[in-house]
């Protein structure tokens, strides 16, 4: 591997920051892919010619910006890329956005049954007090690692897959609209169990809400994803000059 110069007493530029962008270089080029082990820190003082506190900034910084991760008793990784989801105006679920990534998706179902709706599900179907809602939650993984888990209430018999893609194919009924919100959450002791993190650790939790092109709402669905491990990719569209500049509000919480 190619050394790293030394730097003129009068260089503007911090020899932990030209550490540090060596490793992004490499990271970069393959030469240490996602989920490889870094060079211990003696290692790498030795190939930089620097001191082992500038390579322990390098470390914290590329640490903080998510590039690599330290696991005590392990060493330090090579971070892998974020399971991105991007919010466009299509009704794509996770099974459709990962297949056209090439990315492995997998589905266990945990549970599966018809229950009493609870008062919020109900409202959020226009159901009376009372009314049977099928309910659906899925553990998902990601290339084998436990990415999310899916909470889903519908009037439809549906596991493993994808809820819309069924829907389309096998009973024929297509969507007309949906709603999303999305808000940060800690993860309550099952949900961390479940998806094999620590309890309170970040989550991001996405609800939706489907109707059919008649207005009626059909599916209602809670999703919980590692924060870890999640990316939000939005796009959007300027406004045209009839539009208020404060489209996309945020409301206040108390």
Known sequence: MARLHALAPASPVPKYHRVKETVLARIADGTWPPGS???AEPTLCQEFGVSRITVRKAISDLVHEGKIQTVQGKGTFVTIPKVGERFVQRAFGIYEDMERRGLRLTTQVLRQEVIRA?????????????????????????????????????HEDLSAGSLFELLREHYGIKIGRGERSLE???????????????LASPLLRLDSKAYLPDGRAFEYSQTLQRGDRARVDLDFVPASDDESHDSMPIEAVE
Not at 120 to 130: F, I, S
Not at 184 to 198: E, H
């Open 37 to 39: 082990l870094l060079p």
């Open 118 to 154: 609870p008062d919020d599900v109900a409202a959020a179907l226009d159901l009376k007090p009372g009314g049977r809602v099928h309910l659906l939650i899925r553990l998902r993984s990601v290339e084998g690692e436990k990415i999310l888990i899916s909470t889903t209430y519908i």
């Open 184 to 198: 940060a959450v800690a993860a309550d002791q099952w949900q961390a169990y479940t998806l094999g993190i620590a």
